[in-house]
Each structure stands twice: as structure tokens, then as C-alpha cells.
């Protein structure tokens, strides 16, 4: 077989890869969203409708509640909605700035026992979520944090440190050190020389490292069902709780799926390059 020929048969059946993997992973959205369009005979039809009268009323039940006979009533989506948003936002704020504190620190100074620390923090993820569940819920539930939203936003916090400190401290190795000694030999403060000279050579870093525990923390679901109450309840947990009066309405859960997973979407989007520029961040050296 000519080489050419060759070349392009192995091309072609990478190209062929690529798409049949992206069909796997694509599909599912997919149908997720064409499902929250659909009429409830729509979405059981047998064999399946690919071709249908699309419908926003399952994107008006998730906001506004209409029985016979009754004054249509705002859901409580919307709350669980900003539960998710204000949680999640805390949550990753606190861990990013206090895991790019403690990063810094790791990365720049020569602390006793540092690996040994740096090994405890690592070692908190190893640890399935489902063996601290009962324990952390009886501490909570002695605390008084049950059903509140520091305590969500604690918890959150304690499973994106170890993240935020371990993948920024790796961001903070590729920043030279002669940048910070320079500011400083200009008459600058240590910490004014890690403001000015080192945060924005990691700031692409550390945006990536947002993006993952943003992520992490949107779609958590076990400690939120647990820990949470119809007060601080998140999306996950209210999916998890629908019910209709003939059985699950998947209109109403496909719709709001859509709803939730559309801000991440929006937002990794607009995060890309630096996402990009974090993940590949240190790997080319000159």
C-alpha cells in the first residue's frame, strides 16, 4: 500500500473515532434538551419522535404552578435556583483565595514539614465521601448547621481546598522567583510584590482552578440531600424530589436540567481561554 494511501486510511479512521466518541458524549445533551420540548405523548412515543412540535410548557411549569381551578402560583425553583448560585459562588470564593494563600506559601517558602502538610491536604481526597457522610452529619447536626447556608458553603469549602491548593501551588512553581526578589529590591512589601509581580502571572491558573470547583460544587448532591433543608435545598436535591401526580414528569426535570446546566455552560465558555491556557500551563519550557 502506497505510503500516502496509507497515511490517509489511518486518518480517516482516526477522524471516524473522534466522531463516534463525540456522538457518545453529545447525545445525552441532546436529548436532554429536545426531551424539555417535548409533550409528555411526545416523549414516551414508541418508536421514538424525532420530528415533533416543540412546546414551552414545560419550561413555564418549572416557574409558575397551574392546577384546575386554582390561581396559577410561583414555584420554588427560582429559590432552589439562587441556593445553587449563592452557594457555589461563596464556596469557590473562599476556597480559591484562601487555596491561593496557602499555594503561595507552599510554593515559596521552606516550611516544617511542608511535604508532610502538603501530603495531609492531598489526603482529605482520597477519602470517600460516602465513609465521612454519617459523621459529618451528626457534627453538623450538633453544631446547628443542619439546613443552613454556611453550612453548605463550609462544607463545599473543605472539598475544593485541597484542590485549589495543590493545582494553584503547581501554577506558582512556573512563576520565577526573580520577579517578586526584583519588586522587592524595588522597595516593595512581600506581599505587595506577590499583588503586583507573581498573582497576575498565575491568574490564568487560578481562573482554571475556579472553573473545576465551580463545577465540583454545582453539581454536588450527596452532602446537599443530607445536610440541607427546604430553606438552603439546592437544583440537585429539588430534581431529586419531583414527583407528579401520574408518576416522575420528565418534562419538568428535563427542562429544569436544562435551566441549571445552562449558567455553567455560559460560564466555561467565556472562562475557555483561560481554561485552556491554566490546564496547559508549564508544560512547554524554552
Not at 479512521?13 to 456522538?23: C, D, E, N, Q, S
Not at 420554588?76 to 441556593?83: M, S
Amino acid at each position: 500500500m502506497d505510503r500516502h494511501v496509507k497515511r490517509g486510511v489511518i486518518q480517516g479512521i482516526k477522524y471516524f473515532l473522534i466522531a463516534v466518541i463525540t456522538v457518545v458524549y453529545v447525545f445525552p445533551i441532546y436529548w436532554l434538551i429536545v426531551t424539555s420540548f417535548k409533550t409528555r405523548l411526545d416523549m414516551f412515543a414508541i418508536p421514538p419522535k424525532w420530528i415533533f412540535k416543540p412546546t414551552l410548557t414545560n419550561y413555564l411549569d418549572v416557574f409558575v404552578e397551574r392546577r384546575y381551578g386554582l390561581t396559577p402560583t410561583i414555584t420554588e425553583f427560582p429559590k432552589f435556583l439562587f441556593n445553587s448560585v449563592f452557594i457555589s459562588l461563596a464556596s469557590v470564593a473562599i476556597a480559591v483565595a484562601f487555596g491561593t494563600l496557602a499555594a503561595y506559601s507552599f510554593s515559596r517558602f521552606e516550611l516544617k514539614g511542608k511535604d508532610t502538610w502538603l501530603f495531609f491536604i492531598l489526603a482529605t481526597r482520597m477519602l470517600p465521601p460516602i465513609a465521612v457522610l454519617i459523621p459529618i452529619y451528626l457534627m453538623y447536626r450538633t453544631l446547628g448547621f443542619i439546613n443552613t447556608y454556611h453550612g453548605l458553603i463550609f462544607l463545599y469549602v473543605m472539598f475544593n481546598m485541597a484542590f485549589a491548593v495543590w493545582m494553584t501551588k503547581g501554577f506558582f512553581d512556573e512563576v520565577p522567583r526573580e520577579l517578586e526578589e526584583a519588586a522587592m529590591v524595588d522597595g516593595y512589601s512581600r506581599m505587595r510584590a506577590f499583588m503586583k509581580a507573581t498573582l497576575p502571572q498565575a491568574l490564568t491558573g487560578i481562573a482554571a482552578t475556579a472553573v473545576f470547583c465551580l463545577i465540583t460544587s454545582w453539581n454536588e448532591f450527596m452532602f446537599a440531600y443530607v445536610t440541607s433543608g427546604f430553606d438552603t435545598r439546592t437544583v440537585p436535591v429539588s430534581l431529586a424530589r419531583i414527583r407528579g401526580e401520574s408518576g416522575i414528569n420528565w418534562g419538568i426535570i428535563t427542562a429544569s436540567e436544562v435551566i441549571y446546566v445552562l449558567p455553567v455552560i455560559i460560564f466555561t465558555f467565556l472562562m475557555q481561554k483561560y481554561l485552556l491556557r491554566g490546564i496547559t500551563f508549564g508544560t512547554i519550557r524554552k
